[in-house]
């Protein structure tokens, strides 16, 4: 059996004719090949700030100014820092310590905080009493007074009455105290009131014998 040779054909990127030495060759050498390849028509992207940025560059706090190495940003920094420091010696200087101080008055008095100590054990004491205002029993709560009290305020736990809760859709006393509401009189009525009712809780546990062993007596219970 005789193998027909390949007939010549004509370059599709050229005008020369060629035998082919594969059946698919359609062009006669390598450079028609390469010259025939479709170059692409996307532009290659490009970013404005690359351009003008070195490919190791860093931007140092937010401006505009890069540098290449990692010394040299530091360095940069620190040129900074060290010029900030010397201008804010410099206004120093200039104005004096006195003037970057307040010497104005305080337009109100200090707050002098107690030393509120903290009893579990008198807090479920008073809480097994009845309530000292309506004598309910079995469902009163450490009730703090309401002088001294704020945000990041303590009050002393010996500072402290039984009232009772909100039961069954109804205000306890304790809700009441807190709202200023249990008698007439408003806040200052609700202060005296709070101080004595603690004063007659600690008088009363300390008359019971239940004082505990550990917690120091308040400055109104005679020893």
Known sequence: MTTKPPKARKCKACPCVFV?????????????????????????????????????????DGDERFVVQDDDRHAARASRQLVSAQETRELVALVGVAALVSTDAPSCTAIVKECAIRHEGYRRLVA?????????EGRSNHAHENEGKGMGLKLDDRRAMPLCVDDMGQ??????F???????????????LGRAMAAATRQFI???GQWPKDLPLWKDVPD
Not at 171 to 176: E, L, M, N, S, T
């Open 20 to 60: 082919p030495s594969r059946p698919m060759q359609s062009v006669c050498s390598h450079k028609c090949a390469s010259a025939q390849s479709k170059p692409t028509n996307k532009p290659l992207k490009s970013n404005k700030r690359d351009d003008i940025q070195a490919p190791d560059a860093h931007i140092i």
């Open 128 to 136: 097994s009493m009845r309530c000292c205002w309506c004598g309910r």
């Open 171 to 176: 205000h306890g006393c304790h809700y009441a």
């Open 178 to 192: 807190d709202q200023y509401s249990l008698i007439d009189g408003g806040r200052d009525a609700h202060v005296e």
């Open 206 to 208: 300390r008359d019971a």
